[in-house]
């Protein structure tokens, strides 16, 4: 007479459904797999963390990133899109680069070390600012280089110039001296002779 005759064989599937979802095995696969994904999407955090980290230099950059890294799913791959595309080792190592290239670009040009206006290799004085740059070879001319002990052009030894200027300035001084010393050494030692 019932028209509900159905129910007690439907209510028992339910229940049975209900049970499994509700016995251990089935509770701690659920567990194992939501730790396992949880670890997935920190994992996943903290890679864009770290990879941020050597990226961007700023660490409100950083903290945004982590943040974007941190939506689940969506967040990685938008970071990935956006993050810088060199790491700050990649900008260094590039500045370090360049800048060496630039000092040897500079070095190749040569410079007066006094104006820094441009020069040729030839030149013995400035031209702007009339510095001394080389010493012309005393035998053959050529311009030689401050470090330079020999001519390579012709061989002749090179002196300093500056040395040259002192050694010439100690003898004229020596030969001075010797000038006004010379006449009364033999008048000293004749008088020395008398008494
Ligand atoms: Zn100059
Ligand atoms: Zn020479």
Request: glycine content about 6%.
């Given at each position: ?22 016995s251990t095995a089935f509770t701690i696969a ?97 031209p702007v600012c009339t510095t001394r740059l ?62």
């Amino acid at each position: 007479m019932n028209p509900k005759v159905t129910g007690p064989p439907l209510f028992s599937v339910f229940s049975s459904i209900h049970d499994a979802l509700h016995s251990t095995a089935f509770t701690i696969a659920v567990d194992v797999v939501l730790s396992l994904a949880v670890l997935f999407w920190l994992s996943i955090a903290f890679w864009v963390f770290k990879d941020a980290r050597r990226r961007m230099e700023h660490p409100v950059f950083v903290g945004a990133a982590t943040v974007v890294g941190l939506v689940p799913l969506v967040g990685p791959p938008v970071y990935l899109l956006f993050r810088p595309s060199e790491t700050l080792e990649d900008l260094h190592a590039r500045d370090v680069e360049l800048h060496a290239l630039e000092q040897q670009l500079t070095h190749g040009r040569s410079t007066c070390p006094v104006c820094s206006s441009a020069i040729e290799p030839g030149y013995l004085v400035c031209p702007v600012c009339t510095t001394r740059l080389r010493q012309a070879c005393s035998t053959c001319e050529a311009p030689l280089k401050p470090l330079w002990q020999v001519c390579p052009y012709c061989a002749g030894a090179v002196e300093p110039l500056q040395e040259d200027l002192d050694a010439a300035l100690t003898g004229e001084l020596q030969d001075v001296l010797q000038d006004g010393l010379a006449p009364s050494a033999p008048l000293h030692e004749a008088r020395a002779a008398d008494g």
